[in-house]
């Protein structure tokens, strides 16, 4: 997969990836909105060029409490995001399955799941909601992605999530051409060890 020539549909007006970052931009802000007052952090996993936070985080009030860490493999898609230039944000390169990448953030406010879960296997996608409770601070929420082809495994991901202590916040509508979920973390968060694959990309 040539990731670079993948997020050309971002600016293709109306197509349904454009569509679904407006979706993911919406729910970026509204847990930014609605974040508890002080330090804020934020871990993107698989974060592609940044363009769901790092537009949003550029305009919002909450950026001068905010730490946030996006980890994407692609040297060249994370150029673009340092390219922002936001001070409070750092870009690793590296494989964003790591537990290792997360260690000194989690549990964080936010964390995005965004681009995943349409590309591991589907026991992948469970366990990856199973770290999503070690990376998660109690009321945090995360914000996930994944399509609607057939075999629909969104329902699948909700209870996933239910199950490990989130409470959904919004769901895109089923007829909607992607799906886009926020969940709040009403758990208590568990232990992140060091050296753990969360995930392995097909």
Not at 76 to 89: I, Q, S, T
Request: charged share 20%.
């Amino acid at each position: 997969m040539d990731w670079q020539t993948w997020h050309a549909d971002y600016d293709r007006p109306g197509s349904p990836l454009a569509q679904r970052l407006q979706v993911v931009q919406d729910r970026i802000r509204q847990a930014l909105d609605t974040a508890p007052p002080g330090p804020l952090t934020i871990i993107s996993l698989c974060a592609g060029q940044g363009r769901d936070l790092l537009p949003v985080l550029a305009h919002h009030p909450r950026r001068v409490d905010v730490r946030a860490r996006l980890v994407e493999l692609d040297p060249a898609n994370g150029d673009a995001a340092r390219a922002f230039g936001l001070p409070e944000v750092e870009v690793v390169t590296a494989d964003a399955a790591l537990t290792d990448h997360y260690l000194d953030l989690a549990p964080a406010g936010l964390v995005l799941l965004c681009g995943i879960f349409g590309n591991i296997t589907d026991a992948d996608v469970e366990r990856t909601v199973a770290y999503a409770a070690r990376l998660t601070a109690t009321g945090g929420i995360v914000v996930w992605t994944r399509h609607r082809r057939s075999p629909d495994l969104v329902p699948s991901i909700r209870s996933w999530f239910e199950e490990q202590g989130f409470e959904e916040q919004w769901m895109s509508p089923s007829d909607a051409p992607y799906g886009v979920g926020a969940h709040r973390f009403t758990g208590t968060p568990g232990p992140l060890a060091a050296g753990e694959r969360m995930f392995a990309f097909e």
